[in-house]
């Protein structure tokens, strides 16, 4: 007697496998080393001399990214129409960016990323975000030494929605991600800020970053230079990564679970005895 193969209709939250995990720290750590190494310089490194190292910082990431979908498809078992999934949403999210990009922080893209994210997991949802962030640099213009860093942020924020505990559905698991997109949408301006500020001169000296200066008082002037510039962008975003989570995630939410049923992520398999 043959059995038949049956997928259950809930599909699976995406679970990290060492091969997964290895390769999300070894991206994260290059992030974090890029972002974070000018507050441990020394007041004579030549900081300025490094502004423009953000090719070499693109370089970098781009085999690191592959090694993350290399390492997620051999943990998990993905087929092609998962990597035609990412690619849609990929699309999709660069497609959402342009419609508020540079308007009062309004970007409507954050709440796809953070609602895919959670959908695909922290593997798959990393690589989601950077892609989407570089294919919208190539759409809107907007390439220049700023775009690894847009693409590593963005990554980090649909990887943290891919980590968010637990397995419920329904208006818990709405807020859930609402409430993370709101945090997700300020981190993601205060890191970004974190990119550009030890580079920029002519600033108020109380706002300035100061090289060679103790981490903790640059730190203290870093957070005076977000609240003065960036956190009127930051909150907007926030706000409408809200609304828009609350208004669209269960019809968005519930799109995303078929397709990836249907892309074979992790879809749990069990067998049943044909019907004579």
């Known amino acids: 007697m043959t059995v038949a193969p049956k997928t259950r209709g809930q599909a ?8 997964s995990i290895a390769a999300l720290a070894l991206v994260s750590a290059v ?22 190292d953000a090719p070499w910082l693109f370089a970098a990431l781009l085999p690191l990214l592959l090694a993350v979908v290399v390492a997620t498809i051999a943990d998990v078992g993905l087929d092609a129409k998962a ?12 497609a959402l960016r342009p419609l508020g990009a540079g308007t009062a922080g309004i970007e409507p893209m954050f709440f796809l990323m953070v609602l895919s994210g959670r959908v695909l997991g922290p593997g798959f949802g990393f690589v989601l975000g950077a892609v989407s ?3 919208s640099a190539l759409l809107t213009g907007g390439v220049g030494p700023w775009m690894p860093f847009q693409m590593l942020s963005m990554g980090w924020v649909c ?6 505990p637990g397995h419920e559905r329904g208006r818990g698991e709405l807020w859930l991600l609402a409430g993370y997109g709101a945090v997700a949408s300020v981190l993601y301006g205060t890191v970004m800020n974190l990119q550009g500020w030890p580079y920029l001169g002519g600033l108020a000296t109380g706002v300035s970053f100061v090289p060679g200066d103790p981490l903790v008082e640059n730190l203290g002037r870093f957070v005076a230079y977000c609240l003065a510039t960036s956190l009127g962008w930051d909150l907007p975003r926030a706000v409408v990564t809200v609304l828009l989570s609350l208004a669209l995630g269960p019809a968005v939410l519930k799109a995303l679970r078929r397709a990836t049923r249907r892309a074979a992520f992790e879809a749990p398999v069990t067998f049943e005895a044909p019907k004579t």
């Open 133 to 135: 962030m570089f294919a």
């Open 12 to 19: 699976r939250p995406i679970r990290l496998g060492r091969r």
């Open 159 to 164: 990887m943290g929605a891919g980590l968010l």
């Open 31 to 52: 992030g974090v080393a890029a972002f974070g190494w000018p507050l441990l310089a020394a007041g004579d490194s030549g900081l300025s001399e490094h502004a423009q």
């Open 83 to 94: 990597i035609a999934m990412l690619g849609v949403l990929a699309a999709a999210g660069a």
